[in-house]
């Protein structure tokens, strides 16, 4: 089984503020089955990135995603209100399971 | 847009055997997305329970491949799934899901309780 290590667990940033968000894999996993999602309490997650880099329909481009093999980040280039919430990492590497990483909490300052 | 509905008992007796329908709306369980579950324990993070694609083909999590049958009804546009042999460590929020890396549209989610 794939592990997807989040880091840091919170991050406590001011809004206007850059965020970034690491996601390493225990294995090299495809690009293409790598995604980003975010949660806000009480609601389902939503997607973000997808491939690895690929921002979902609806997206605002402050969110960029980057990396490869083992090493992958979400960067938000300016938090919004909105924005703070937990973010979650996801891959699938050909066989099951499909995992999650533990989840990276980005809280206001 | 697709939407995913999730309903079921909101309480399991341990020992017992938790059941939750998928509704799919706007849209067919036949195309082509394997249609997931996922469970997020209270105050914790995600885990994907399984899948399953419109042929019937089924995926599980190993570490709970003993307990879980995930099932599709072409004829409802639902699917469904069974967690057998519950015990607290169950107790979750539940959604089904579409799609597999990445899930595109998540159902809201219900809460299942395994409590006496």
């Known amino acids: 089984e794939i592990v997807l290590t989040q880091s840091p667990g919170t991050l406590s940033l001011s809004p206007g503020e850059r965020a970034t968000l690491s996601c390493r894999a225990s294995?090299?996993?495809?690009?293409?089955?790598l995604a980003w999602y975010h949660q806000k309490p009480g609601q389902a997650p939503r997607l973000l990135i997808y491939?690895?880099?690929t921002r979902a329909i609806g997206i605002p481009n402050r969110f960029s995603g980057s990396g490869s093999g083992t090493d992958f980040a979400l960067t938000i280039s300016r938090l919004e209100p909105e924005d703070f919430a937990v973010y979650y990492c996801?891959?699938?590497?050909?066989?099951?399971?499909?995992?999650f990483g533990g989840g990276t909490k980005v809280e206001i300052k | 847009q697709v939407q995913l509905q999730e309903s079921g008992p909101g309480l399991v007796k341990p020992s017992g055997t938790l059941s939750l329908t998928c509704a799919v709306s706007?849209?067919?369980?036949?195309?082509?997305?394997?249609w997931s579950w996922v469970r997020q324990p209270p105050g914790k993070g995600l885990e994907w329970i399984g899948e399953?694609?419109?042929?019937?083909?089924?995926n599980y999590n190993p570490s709970l491949k003993s307990r879980v049958t995930i099932s599709i009804d072409k004829s409802k546009n639902q699917f469904s799934l069974r967690l057998s042999s519950v015990t607290a460590a169950d107790t979750a929020v539940y959604y089904c899901?579409?799609?597999?890396?990445?899930?595109?549209?998540w159902g809201q989610g219900t809460l299942v309780t395994v409590s006496s």
């Open positions: 996801q891959q699938y590497a050909g066989s099951p399971p499909l995992t």
């Open positions: 899901a579409r799609g597999r890396v990445p899930v595109t549209t």
């Open positions: 491939g690895a880099s």
């Open positions: 294995q090299n996993i495809s690009s293409s089955y």
């Open positions: 706007y849209g067919s369980i036949s195309s082509s997305y394997w």
């Open positions: 399953i694609y419109h042929s019937g083909s089924t």
